[in-house]
């Protein structure tokens, strides 16, 4: 591992870090913040994905987590959405997939096989990475994210309950299988077959059987991609056949931007604390 910067912030650091990954076979980069209480013991780790055509840099930016992080002694780590580097095939002409659009799922389609491996990534290699090199406690870990962050945080969490005490999302894709902005990615990532795209899909995973106690959801009212990608409707008639407690809340004028996400994250970094102890 590598240390790219590090710059003191409300007491703690944050850090960028960089390495190389043998899941996703290419150099990954990722943030940490340390609040100060990390260098009198473990704590918490909370895990934040990021949306379509970000970098590990957008919410580190953009989102203002460190203030509350601080207050309440939590660990963030944020890392990339993609596999990145000359030799990683990508459509540059296509926000939707490729570099930036992994969707945090382990691709089967060549030639995307190799290194669109980002369920795995997220799930078993970044976290021994983390656990190994920061004081973290990885007996209470949770889970965030954003649009495409949102629906990696919820599958991850459907597929790993015991690891995660928490999750929630900022307007997430909550059926990517049928959202217009996604579907055309877990073809090519995953084929033609539509029963393999149901292990990425937080609704279809729910409908599997795939359980979790609760999860909590933003969602902008005034978010231009609703209809088409978002579809938090889906997942609220999902949890509610599960008998999944699911706190859906509309936020009346808010979009889909960075400026939506801050004003909420302190809500769910308290949220996600409560429950990490």
């Known amino acids: 591992m590598k240390v790219v910067s590090t ?11 960089s390495h190389a990954s043998e899941v996703c076979a290419c150099d990954m980069t990722f943030a940490v913040f340390m609040p100060p209480q990390a260098k009198d013991g ?3 780790v909370l895990w934040y994905l990021s949306g379509l055509t970000c970098t590990h840099a957008n919410v580190m930016e953009k989102g203002e987590y460190r ?3 601080s207050e309440l002694g939590l660990i963030i780590v944020c890392p990339d959405t993609s596999p990145r580097g000359a030799d990683v095939p990508d459509e540059k002409d296509n926000w939707q997939f490729g570099c930036g659009a992994g969707f945090y799922l382990d691709a089967t389609q060549e030639p995307y096989a190799e290194n669109y491996r980002m369920y795995s990534y997220i799930a078993e290699e970044l976290p021994a990475l983390v656990g190994a090199n920061f004081p973290v406690d990885m007996s209470r870990q949770a889970i965030f994210g954003h649009s495409m962050g949102g629906h ?6 459907l597929k790993n309950p015991e690891r995660y005490r928490s999750c929630s999302a900022f307007a997430p894709i909550v059926q990517p299988s049928t959202a217009g902005w996604s579907r055309p990615a877990f073809e090519k990532y995953l084929g033609a077959d539509e029963k393999s795209w149901r292990a990425y899909d937080a609704t279809l995973l729910i409908e599997d059987g795939k359980r979790y106690p609760e999860f909590l959801v933003d969602q902008g009212a005034a978010d231009g991609f609703l209809q088409d990608g978002l579809r938090p409707w889906l997942l609220d008639e999902a949890c509610k056949k599960a008998g999944i407690d699911l706190t859906l809340r509309v936020q009346e004028g808010y979009d889909h931007s960075y400026n939506f ?8 970094l308290k949220w996600h604390a409560r429950r990490l102890g």
């Open 67 to 69: 203030r509350m992080a």
């Open 7 to 17: 710059s003191k912030s409300h007491g703690g650091i944050q850090g960028v870090y």
């Open 261 to 268: 996400i801050s004003t909420f994250m302190d809500d769910h």
């Open 42 to 44: 473990r704590l918490p």
């Open 152 to 157: 990696g945080a919820l599958t991850i969490a």
